[in-house]
């Protein structure tokens, strides 16, 4: 088979629509239907529906993407480490995955390390939520990833290393004129009657569950599509936001923070395929060890008993 083709499928399956697959493959419409019908028949079974705003695929259509994606991966590294090999010396882009808040400041400042100490090294970041970066690794697509184990948690696979990092503390994001800037921890029956805005499903369910324990409910109202669309929110008044405690030092100056009473906490993580590791993600991990420690050091009761995995 053509991976052309496999390329295009994936395309579609990626953006839902075959008009918009077109468009980023500079293809016509038509030849990108030609392709998943030609496909279609090669395997015998239907691979696309569609629906009311585009195409998904079909159960067996799925199962073929997420094969068909690993493969497009490897043989995306296969060309890109012919390329660099330069005079017999294997020369390998970094590729970096990082949650947003970690993306804004630990894993840079890391990176800068790792330069300084190591020298020039072409590298890539890659922003994106926990389960699509842990699953990017799995395929091979990121060289290491830095994860949390916010709501829904870290899927167990075999194939990915897993580090423990340390533990953040979780803060509430505040308009730099509100009456609780400036303030000592906070309880959070404090802040019951406010107005919060999410950005995601985990942060949301760390939110509600600590309201819970303190007895209170938090009225989740507005919703952003991404985390500076939550602090937008903010700092212009309409909200409050429970954010990432490593997110502090890379605020946008209207927002400010204050520490609540028994805070919700997240584990960080660097995750590193088993098979093929990158030559400098052992010394990348050193750096995230090192850039993470003045966020909060854990104690010895903090850490998980298995850091692999």
């Given at each position: 088979m053509d991976l052309t083709v496999w390329r295009t499928f994936v395309t579609v399956c990626r953006l839902g629509s075959l008009s918009a697959a077109?468009?980023?493959?500079h293809h016509t419409q038509s030849a990108?239907?030609?392709?998943?019908?030609?496909?279609?028949?090669?395997?015998?079974?239907?691979?696309?529906?569609?629906?009311?705003?585009?195409v998904r695929p079909t159960p067996a259509g799925e199962v073929f993407r997420r094969h068909a994606l690993a493969t497009l991966n490897e043989a995306d590294r296969a060309v890109r480490a012919v390329r660099d090999a330069v005079d017999g010396a294997y020369n390998r882009p970094l590729t970096v995955g990082a949650t947003p808040s970690l993306a804004a400041g630990i894993v840079p400042e890391a990176v800068r390390s790792l330069l300084k100490q190591a020298g020039p090294l072409r590298w890539t970041l890659h922003p994106g939520l926990s389960a699509q970066l842990h699953h990017r690794v799995m395929t091979g697509d990121l060289d290491i990833a830095?994860?949390?184990d916010a709501p829904p948690g870290l899927p167990q696979d075999p194939r990915v290393e897993r580090r423990f990092l340390g533990l953040d503390d979780m803060v509430v994001a505040l308009p730099d004129d509100h009456p609780q800037a400036g303030r000592g921890p906070v309880h959070m029956r404090t802040l019951a009657e406010?107005?919060?805005?999410?950005d995601n499903d985990g942060s949301a369910a760390l939110l509600r569950q600590h309201a819970a324990r303190a007895g209170v409910s938090a009225r989740i109202d507005l919703t952003a599509a991404d985390l500076p669309g939550k602090l937008a929110l903010v700092a212009t008044g309409h909200a409050i936001a429970l954010i990432p405690g490593v997110l502090t030092r890379?605020?946008?100056?209207?927002?400010?923070t204050v520490p609540l009473v028994d805070p919700p906490t997240r584990g960080i993580y660097a995750i590193t395929p088993r098979r093929d590791p990158h030559p400098s993600a052992a010394s990348l991990l050193d750096h995230l060890l090192t850039a993470f420690a003045p966020v909060r050091t854990p104690t010895a009761s903090d850490r998980p008993a298995a850091t692999a995995m």
């Open positions: 077109a468009a980023e493959l990108v239907s030609r392709q998943i019908a030609g496909l279609e028949r090669q395997l015998g079974v239907a691979l696309m529906e569609r629906h009311a705003r585009g830095v994860v949390t406010q107005t919060w805005a999410e890379a605020l946008r100056p209207d927002v400010t």
